[in-house]
């Protein structure tokens, strides 16, 4: 899981693949101290347009890229959902609010990335993920908070003087091995990792960057800042979830060649950031709001997530949901998550669930389904065939109908 | 100096390296569009940039667009003079009875079978079920159903990307040449091209004919034409389409 990506493709085999005879010395970062979200000042006005050369080229190349993702098969093309992302994105977008553009692409992943132009996509497994709208905005807000501290470029540009000073430096001590037999290649190596280093490290500050630009933006305009640290201990918890139902360990998540800052420190700093910028009228969580504009969707997301296989982190997911309360669709994919996992005992359980999930008067007909099925195996004959009539009568139009209706007949 | 043969032999070399490349491969019963045909341009997809000291290739908007200008322009007298009806396709929603999406759709179906060819037949891991076919690639049904709706006889596809040396860049490709005097040679690529364009015969679906065209050098100054310029780009129209060869079959029989 790579949450939150930067748009620029700075991927770490391009970077270390594609350095080539390079050497650089003293660019290394120091540990990196929070950033405050008071220090956060938008960079771009509205309607920014490019006027340095190189940004006008990054600008010509990301209107191509968006014309692809606007065209793309993978996009959920829901009006009134998009255009719900679309004023959470205006709400917090700051000076830049009119010229934030959102896509939404039907990725199970939690993930989410911003164009140097002002488009950003987002992915359907980040909405599953959110349990308000307060939590969207942070994620929103983040994005766009690469847009308004001109990340893309800024990035860019670290790039390009940093390959420059490894190449000019590396060839600067071949120039003078071959001329007076002084060997640096040692030192060049160790100048050379130093280089690399630094480029990781300042990606991981422009995320910081971002994280503090956010927060400060979803505060200002009334949401309540913890949303964006609980995220954060959302995604943390979500990973060793994952991992502990597999038996694994962990991925920490944090190396010196990460593009992102290692999720805990993330938290730890949101956590403060979020403590300065509390304040009263900055407590807007907006749930019925969000939940009314996400609509059927839930049930497409969580569908597609329990089809993952990772039944640790959508047990997870759901019950995380479900802290605001069970209800008979969070029940039915409890249920679902046993059912396709399938070990000893996961019947029993999927049972229980599918059990719990008909007394809420928003199961989906499906659960009579596998509610019906499950009695059939556990020898309740009547009582089993009584729940797949019910399954047939709410969902007449079903493509499984004539099976269950041979079922019925046996 | 000790030395001395072996250095000009390796700068000689270095600076012989530079080079202007072009492999073409056509299905074995592809004749060369003569006469009276009609061939649609396929939106260009031109990108023109400046290579940094570092080796990144920086893009650069004033260039691409007229670099893209001047390529559709020398298509198009090129085709003409092969006797062929040209429309250029500048944008996805320039023809009448076709959807934007539709164009899409067929662009990025080329773009995957134009990848798959390159692996296949450029890039050495060649296909035991292609063997010795020649071109044997499709864009099916959906070419078809475009070439119906268009009334045009082929499609072309052309991809070019060029690049300039920035004056960093310059400076330490001759610092890596002058080494090798010092014996450091530490050769440095400068700018250069990479172009690849693809002929559907729209009757068919099929892709007919493809070529692939490379210039670099390591050589400090040396430039294979600038797409930047008119004749520039031109030149790089011509090397990509000006001799195209026919199929292995049509060979033979001549």
Same mark, same amino acid.
């Given at each position: 899981?790579?949450? @939150?990506?930067?748009?620029?493709?700075?991927?770490?085999?391009?970077?270390?693949?594609?350095?080539?005879?390079?050497?650089?010395?003293?660019?290394?970062?120091?540990?990196?101290?929070?950033?405050?979200?008071?220090?956060?000042? &938008?960079?771009?006005?509205?309607?920014?347009?490019?006027?340095?050369?190189?940004?006008?080229? *990054?600008?010509?190349?990301?209107?191509?890229?968006?014309?692809?993702?606007?065209?793309?098969?993978?996009?959920?093309?829901?009006?009134?959902?998009?255009?719900?992302?679309?004023?959470?994105?205006?709400?917090?977008?700051?000076?830049?609010?009119?010229?934030?553009?959102?896509?939404?692409?039907?990725?199970?992943?939690?993930?989410?990335?911003?164009? &140097?132009?002002?488009?950003?996509?987002?992915?359907?497994?980040?909405?599953?993920?959110?349990?308000?709208?307060?939590?969207?905005?942070?994620?929103? #807000?983040?994005?766009?908070?690469?847009?308004?501290?001109?990340?893309?470029?800024?990035? @860019?540009?670290?790039?390009?003087?940093?390959?420059?000073?490894?190449?000019?430096?590396?060839?600067? #001590?071949?120039?003078?091995?071959?001329?007076?037999?002084?060997?640096?290649?040692?030192?060049?190596?160790?100048?050379?990792?130093?280089?690399?280093?630094?480029?990781?490290?300042?990606?991981? !500050?422009?995320?910081? !960057? #971002?994280?503090?630009? +956010?927060?400060?933006?979803?505060?200002?305009?009334?949401?309540?800042?913890?949303?964006?640290?609980?995220? @954060?201990?959302?995604?943390?918890?979500?990973?060793?979830?994952?991992?502990?139902?597999?038996?694994?360990?962990?991925?920490?998540?944090?190396?010196?060649?990460?593009?992102?800052?290692?999720?805990?420190?993330?938290?730890?700093?949101?956590?403060?950031?979020?403590?300065?910028?509390?304040?009263?009228?900055?407590?807007?969580?907006?749930?019925?709001?969000?939940?009314? #504009?996400?609509?059927?969707?839930?049930?497409?997301? *969580?569908?597609?997530?329990?089809?993952?296989?990772?039944?640790?982190?959508?047990?997870?997911?759901?019950?995380?949901?479900?802290?605001?309360?069970?209800?008979?669709?969070?029940?039915?994919? !409890?249920?679902?998550? @046993?059912? *396709?996992?399938?070990?000893?005992?996961?019947?029993?359980?999927?049972?229980?669930?599918?059990?719990?999930?008909?007394?809420?008067?928003?199961? &989906?007909? !499906?659960?009579?389904?596998?509610? +019906?099925?499950?009695?059939?195996?556990?020898?309740?004959?009547?009582?089993?065939?009584?729940?797949?009539?019910?399954?047939?009568?709410?969902?007449?139009?079903?493509?499984?109908?004539?099976?269950?209706?041979?079922?019925?007949?046996? | 100096?000790?030395?001395?043969?072996?250095?000009?032999?390796?700068?000689?070399?270095?600076?012989?390296?530079?080079?202007?490349?072009? %492999?073409?491969?056509?299905?074995?019963?592809?004749?060369?569009?003569?006469?009276?045909?009609?061939?649609?341009?396929?939106?260009?997809?031109?990108?023109?940039?400046?290579?940094?000291?570092?080796?990144?290739?920086?893009?650069?908007?004033?260039?691409?667009? %007229?670099?893209?200008?001047?390529?559709?322009?020398?298509?198009?007298?090129?085709?003409?003079?092969?006797?062929?009806?040209?429309?250029?396709?500048?944008?996805? =929603? $320039?023809?009448? $009875?076709?959807?934007?999406?539709?164009?899409?759709?067929?662009?990025?179906?080329?773009?995957?079978?134009?990848?798959?060819?390159?692996?296949?037949?450029?890039?050495?891991?060649?296909?035991?079920?292609?063997?010795?076919? $020649?071109?044997?690639?499709?864009?099916?049904?959906?070419?078809?159903? /475009?070439?119906?709706?268009?009334?045009?006889?082929?499609?072309?596809?052309?991809?070019?990307?060029?690049?300039?040396?920035?004056?960093?860049?310059?400076?330490?490709?001759?610092?890596?040449?002058?080494?090798?005097?010092?014996?450091?040679?530490?050769?440095?690529?400068?700018?250069?091209?990479?172009?690849?364009? =693809?002929?559907?015969?729209?009757?068919?679906?099929?892709?007919?004919?493809?070529?692939?065209?490379?210039?670099?050098?390591?050589?400090?100054?040396?430039? /294979?034409?600038?797409?930047?310029?008119?004749?520039?780009?031109?030149?790089?129209?011509?090397?990509?389409?000006?001799?195209?060869?026919?199929? %292995?079959?049509?060979?033979?029989?001549?």
């Amino acid at each position: 899981m790579n949450p @939150w990506h930067e748009a620029l493709p700075l991927t770490r085999r391009a970077l270390l693949g594609g350095l080539g005879c390079t050497c650089c010395a003293g660019l290394v970062g120091t540990a990196e101290a929070r950033i405050r979200p008071a220090d956060m000042k &938008p960079l771009v006005g509205a309607g920014h347009r490019p006027t340095d050369k190189d940004e006008q080229g *990054l600008w010509q190349q990301y209107q191509r890229v968006e014309e692809e993702i606007a065209g793309s098969n993978l996009l959920i093309r829901d009006p009134a959902l998009t255009a719900y992302l679309g004023t959470v994105a205006e709400r917090t977008g700051g000076p830049a609010a009119k010229d934030l553009r959102v896509y939404l692409a039907h990725i199970p992943e939690f993930n989410a990335f911003m164009a &140097p132009t002002g488009f950003m996509v987002v992915f359907s497994g980040l909405l599953l993920r959110m349990r308000d709208e307060a939590q969207l905005a942070g994620v929103i #807000a983040h994005e766009a908070g690469h847009f308004l501290r001109r990340h893309q470029i800024r990035q @860019w540009r670290d790039l390009k003087r940093k390959t420059a000073a490894m190449n000019f430096l590396g060839m600067a #001590a071949g120039l003078g091995y071959g001329a007076t037999g002084i060997y640096a290649g040692d030192l060049v190596r160790l100048a050379q990792l130093g280089g690399i280093l630094s480029i990781f490290s300042y990606s991981r !500050e422009l995320e910081a !960057e #971002a994280d503090a630009m +956010g927060l400060r933006q979803i505060a200002e305009t009334g949401y309540d800042p913890n949303a964006m640290p609980e995220t @954060w201990q959302q995604l943390i918890a979500e990973v060793e979830a994952s991992a502990a139902m597999r038996k694994k360990r962990p991925k920490r998540g944090y190396s010196l060649l990460a593009t992102h800052p290692a999720p805990e420190q993330r938290m730890v700093d949101l956590r403060a950031s979020a403590r300065e910028l509390a304040a009263p009228g900055r407590t807007e969580r907006a749930r019925e709001r969000y939940l009314a #504009a996400l609509g059927g969707h839930r049930k497409t997301f *969580l569908d597609d997530q329990v089809k993952l296989n990772d039944p640790g982190a959508s047990l997870y997911i759901i019950r995380t949901l479900a802290k605001d309360g069970w209800n008979g669709l969070l029940r039915y994919y !409890e249920g679902e998550v @046993w059912r *396709l996992r399938g070990q000893k005992g996961d019947d029993a359980l999927a049972g229980r669930s599918y059990a719990a999930a008909i007394a809420y008067p928003d199961a &989906p007909p !499906e659960v009579w389904r596998a509610h +019906g099925y499950q009695l059939l195996k556990e020898g309740r004959r009547d009582e089993g065939q009584a729940a797949l009539r019910r399954y047939l009568s709410l969902a007449p139009q079903a493509p499984d109908a004539a099976m269950i209706r041979h079922t019925l007949g046996q | 100096m000790r030395r001395g043969p072996l250095v000009s032999l390796v700068t000689s070399s270095l600076v012989l390296s530079a080079c202007v490349q072009t %492999r073409q491969v056509a299905d074995v019963e592809f004749e060369p569009p003569q006469g009276d045909y009609s061939l649609i341009v396929m939106r260009p997809d031109v990108s023109v940039g400046l290579l940094t000291a570092g080796g990144l290739v920086e893009p650069r908007a004033d260039w691409t667009e %007229r670099a893209r200008a001047n390529l559709l322009k020398a298509l198009a007298e090129q085709q003409a003079g092969r006797g062929g009806k040209t429309r250029i396709l500048e944008n996805r =929603s $320039g023809i009448q $009875g076709v959807s934007a999406d539709q164009v899409a759709e067929l662009e990025r179906l080329h773009a995957a079978v134009g990848a798959s060819i390159a692996i296949h037949k450029y890039m050495g891991a060649t296909l035991p079920t292609k063997r010795r076919r $020649g071109l044997d690639w499709t864009l099916g049904e959906d070419a078809v159903a /475009f070439g119906k709706a268009t009334g045009m006889d082929y499609a072309l596809f052309l991809h070019a990307e060029d690049s300039f040396a920035s004056s960093g860049r310059v400076a330490l490709q001759v610092l890596g040449i002058a080494g090798c005097f010092i014996g450091f040679c530490a050769p440095q690529g400068g700018g250069g091209q990479s172009a690849y364009t =693809s002929l559907v015969d729209l009757r068919t679906g099929e892709v007919v004919w493809f070529n692939v065209l490379q210039t670099s050098s390591l050589a400090p100054g040396v430039q /294979f034409g600038d797409i930047r310029t008119p004749e520039g780009a031109a030149q790089m129209v011509e090397r990509l389409l000006g001799r195209m060869k026919a199929g %292995r079959n049509i060979r033979a029989r001549q």
